[in-house]
């Protein structure tokens, strides 16, 4: 009964079985001896049935190996001596002379050749099954436990024993009987370098050698390839210039590399370097020389941004279905708990040695010894990371595969086995697969919770001086730890932390719960100093506002999308400051987020509504500047986080934009018919031109218009048009006063005789004018001629007569059109800026904004007679005519539409980042990482969205020169 008994704990008691069946067909007449131990030794018994029931794998290798089942007769696990006494002697490997005394590990192996790969790969599997019965022989009878630490332990000490012997066979097979010429060690890397490796792991290294020569090379890359086939795979990637770079450098070359070209992530994984094998010697100089350099990577400018873009390259890694089931990459992963022990380490690690520990446990526990983390927390944080670290060596065990992926929760089989073999058991009514999956939510959960609090709660106890049993930082650690997640004033940061956690009463004790959250929020923002300013700006405007606060609390979805653009826009923050209402549209709604939920004609029937309901001109201004503000802040808000596309942008700003002026005019009209007790004596429309009659805005764009009147019936022209020219003044000045709001500069210099032309003119002036007088490039500016605000029917009439003068019959002239070449080489060479960059200035530049409107605007004077669809004001959509009607290639349309957006997306990123009109991009540095991201790039991608803007626009130029240049 013992034996069936046990045998029903096994983890997978069906396995266990069946490969114990396989088990007595293999061994044949020593079946008997397994018997009598079975039946007799319950330690033996344990270590047995668990690990059949526990790995597939270890099942085939005990029928294949028929004499490894002895091994786990044995009641102890082998000693460090013990295990490389069994490697090497796999090999029959002897120690080179002279070098043992110098303790370096430096053996020739008298076995070689596929044979030798054999022979390792039996004793190296042997050991693993040793471990493994150890590991798991207490889910069975009532055996110690072995703690994570001992097992990752045990595992690189086999896999130093391990690579001892493959560096043996390797000397061998490259030098022969001839003396070992090259001083060669072997440097542990990652999860092996810090001795917490798992059952299955590739193990990295890194070589140093004197001197670094061909046969250098050859040692090495055979040590790797024998290695891989025997026991596991061996990387060298973490060497200098990975995988590119030289497979072998002497300990200078290596100096030399790290001082001058190392990135952070490099010094980040030598925390992990240890010693491994080989001439020892060479490898503790090699320690000696580059670990003092992890502990002043921390100071390096670039510190910060390369962190935060392994963290997101490595999460990019995990595909979105899995991340909840990953153990190593998901949300509240293992990565999570290592990420942040090594980034505590490397910011405090600078003026605290004792810190300076390898092993994520080991680290964590002397973090909290030196009052880094709180007590409690790395307590948790420990459990809950070894709780994880033991699924992942369960789940490798069962078929000694490479995985960190748990189990569908649905697949109760394979969940089942999983809970057994991490001896979770019932717990009252519930069966060991729901104490798994609830057990994994906490732990998970946890981790989340606590990977926050690591970093942001110690700051703010040491910004309150609570009196606590939890952490409290001093002033100089808390601002060296701001300093490592992004905030280049850490001392400003902190001032600012204390002020937003000292706030009276309820609003205090709720920032102390929410900071936390927003603290890393912003600190994921290209400019997290500006984004903690703007924030304690928004709480001091929102003092006496309780729902600000409070939805920040309730509502998580809220809280990181303002922390986002209080970090990235500029132009965004000072708007929220004074319209905060926007804030409540950053949740989501049922059918998708609130800030995309109005339409554009309903903002602009709001805002005029609105407007023509003040008694007066002061109040409708005010009300016209408060909408176009809210709708601004909406619109760049949906822009920002990505719910917005360049067209969307476009059309929404320039239809807040005709609002206004439709409201502005409105009301001018009216407040002169009370004045003046009379009604009206002319018509007036307003006609956008540029990208407002395109419907293209930009945030930094004016508002081109031309003015039309026409004198109501009973009204002579003369004072009717002065009447219209005293309005036309009224609403431009109107809307142009110097206010806190982004400007609304409505500008007239498009009008026939441009700047010494009068503002306003009758239909039939403007045509009179048109048809005698215009200028090509007049007739160019009128291509964009639309109607905006004011009377519809006048506006129309405007544009009918514009139809002959932009769109003639037979086209229009072919001196024009040499008229239009020459202006626009004039452009090229005289209107940009002094000191702008030609390939970088979106408007200007090369290929830009104005290359690809000139180019369409070209093609449309030419053929816009024989093509109807030409007949269109958007630069877009004039694209698509121009592709449909074949005037282009599919290919050459593209590139143009591509620059087009692409340049329209960058000016407006500027405009968002530096919160004033700019069309320059910035060189590759911090601007320019803040125009990349709120452009949708990734913050670490920044000279990728440089390079991409480069290559886009010089396509389109290429298009761009062979359209003016026919």
Known sequence: MDVLWSLSRAPDADLALRALVRMKGAVGEDWAEVDRLIRTDKGFRGRLFSVLGGSDAFGDHLVAETESWRLLAEPALPTVEEIYARMLASVDATGEPGELEKGNKVYRAALTGPKAVVALRIAYRNLLLQLAAHDLASTVEDEPVIYLPEVGGFLADAADAALTAALAVAFTEVCGDKPISVRMAVIAMGKCGARELNYVSDVDVIFVSEPADGRSARIAGEMMRIGTLAFFEVDAALRPEGKAGALTRTLDAHVAYYNRWAKTWEFQALLKARAMTGDMQLADEYIAALKPMVWTAAERDDFVPEVQAMRRRVESLVPEDLRERNLKLGSGSLRDVEFAVQLLQMVHGRVDEEIRVQATVDALTALTAGGYVGRDDGANLKASYQFLRLLEHRLQLQRLSRTHVLPSFDDEGNMRWLARAAHIRREGEHDPTEVLREELKRQKARIRRLHEKLFYRPLLNAATRFNTDELTLTDKSAERRLAALGYAQPARALSHIRALASAPLRRGQIQLLILPSLLEWIGNTPDPDAGLLNYRRLCDAMDKEEWFIRLLRDDGVVAERLMHVLGTSAYIANLLMRSPDVIHLYSDGPNGPKLCETRPEDVAKGLIASTIRQQDLKRAVAAARSHRRFELARIASADILGMMDVPQVCAALSSVWA???????????????????????????????????????????????????????????????????????????????????????????????????????????????????????????????????????????????????????????????????????????????????????????????????????????????????????????????????????????????????????????????????VDQLPALGKQLRAVAYAAGWPEDHAAEFLENYLRVTRRAKAVVRKVFGE
């Not at 003369?718 to 219209?724: C, D, E, I, Q, Y």
């Not at 639309?786 to 405007?798: E, N, Y």
């Not at 080489?825 to 200035?841: C, K, Q």
């Not at 590139?895 to 980042?913: E, G, H």
Request: glycine residues 8%; contains cysteine.
């Open 659 to 917: 609002a206004v002026l439709n409201a502005a005019l409105t009301v001018v009209i009216a407040e002169s018919e009370r004045e003046s007790g009379e009604s009206a004596p002319a018509r007036i429309a307003v006609i956008g031109m540029g990208r407002l009659g395109g419907g293209e805005l930009g945030y930094g764009s004016d508002a081109d218009v031309l003015f039309v009147c026409q004198p109501n019936e009973g009204f002579d022209e003369v004072p009717a048009v002065r009447w219209a020219q005293t309005i036309a003044e009224k609403v431009r000045s109107m809307l142009g006063s110097p206010s806190e709001d982004p400007p609304l500069e409505v500008d007239t210099g498009l009008r026939p005789e441009g700047r010494n032309g009068p503002v306003v003119r009758t239909l039939a002036a403007y045509a009179t004018y048109y048809e005698q007088w215009a200028q090509p490039w007049e007739i160019q500016a009128l291509l964009r001629a639309h109607q905006v605000a004011g009377d519809d029917a006048l506006g129309v009439d405007f544009l009918l007569m514009a139809d002959r003068i932009r769109y003639p019959e037979g086209g229009v002239s072919s001196e024009a059109v040499r008229e239009i070449r020459r202006i626009k080489a004039r452009v090229d060479s005289e209107r940009l800026p002094r000191g702008a960059d030609p390939a970088t200035h979106t408007k200007l530049g090369r290929g830009g904004l104005a290359d690809v409107e000139w180019t369409v605007q070209l093609l449309q004077l030419r053929h816009a007679h024989r093509f109807a669809t030409l007949h269109n004001t958007s630069t877009l959509q004039s694209l698509d005519a121009i592709g449909a009607a074949e005037l282009l290639s599919e290919t050459d349309v593209a590139l143009l539409k591509n620059a087009w957006l692409t340049a329209t997306k960058a000016r407006n990123a500027l405009v968002l980042v530096r919160g004033k009109p």
